[in-house]
């Protein structure tokens, strides 16, 4: 069988391979502390699973627009004005399979062969590869842990080329927890506003999991709203990661557009999920802000545990649930016969000595740095530490 080039072409996510990874050794009786995915450790509020049981007992079991329930998009809609100040009206929101066919959505949607879409390094790992399956070109902008993993408005400018098509970013960001102030952004948007033809994908996934001043969305400023698409979801705040269900907001040629690309590939997301989200919406953030904190806690736990560890470098996030050390220290060290090459080669030595799953750094754009990922219990986060430290000491 001949696949297509696509395929090949094709990277595998890294963090899916990791926890992949570790779930096999974990089935083979080995102590697996998994830190490779992003994904919260709580149980979906009780409100939202009465809301789905609520919706199968009466019946909401058909099909359902493609783009989503119009009382959901309105709940968005209200959510978004609410929370963010953002003015959307509903037939501007298309609700998809989780925020990743969203983005998905968004890039296929705007991207043709050869246009260059802006992507700052670290960066979620399905970033580039959306990219590459529009045909587009990923042009990346290197960032270092000593500048909190943020770029310039000046690093930005001398990115753009008459080939431009997009600017592709998160914040809170996945990998790295760090978040764009409202100036930061101010001032990339004065850089925007020079160029009209560019579009802006904001991935706002993790915008309740903010340990500083509330969330700031690019869309907010007027002379870019426009050219914005704001991309969220349930899966952080409300802990509804198995229930995938994400949203993009945009302009209406942009939504239309993503509503028609959708109903080719997997029409609506789940109806049930659908009803689930209307309770979201509309339930109140009491239970975010439960979670946040437990999150703010196990940041500030295993920040101190980091600075323990020699020749490791973080910076303190500012959101996410994610450390995205410098570990570049260990290259070149070994340990009964393995060599430490690189951060790949570090991730697979800490999963099989210490028997701790991370993610290595190269699969979000920064070869010298891992992701952790501390959504998971202080106890277990302690213990995954402590383990990690023993493992490092022995590299020599």
Known sequence: MTLAQRIHHLAESQTIKMAKMGRE???KGIDIINLSFGEPDFNTPEYIKNAAKQALDENYTFYTPVAGYPELRKAIAGKLKRENNLAYDFDQIVVSTGAKQALANAILCLVNPGDEVIIPTPYWVSYSEMVKLAEGVSVFIDTT????FKITAAQLEAAITPKTKAFFFSSPCNPTGSVYSREELAEL???FEKYPEIYIISDEIYEHINFGEKHESIAQFPSVKERVVVVNGFSKAYAMTGWRIGYLAANKEVAQACDKIQGQ?????????QRAGIAACEGGLESVLKMKEAFLKRRNLVYELL???PGIKSNLPSGAFYFFPDVSAYFGKAHQGVVIKNALDLSLYLLNEAH????SGEAFGDPKSIRISYAASEEKLKEALYRIK??????T
């Open 189 to 191: 948007v004065k850089v």
């Open 145 to 148: 842990v000593e500048q909190n």
């Open 307 to 309: 600075k323990n560890i």
């Open 265 to 273: 590939f997997t029409s609506a997301t789940c109806s049930i999920t």
């Open 356 to 359: 701790v799953a991370i993610v």
């Open 25 to 27: 050794l974990a089935a």
């Open 390 to 395: 023993l493992a490092l000491a022995k590299l």
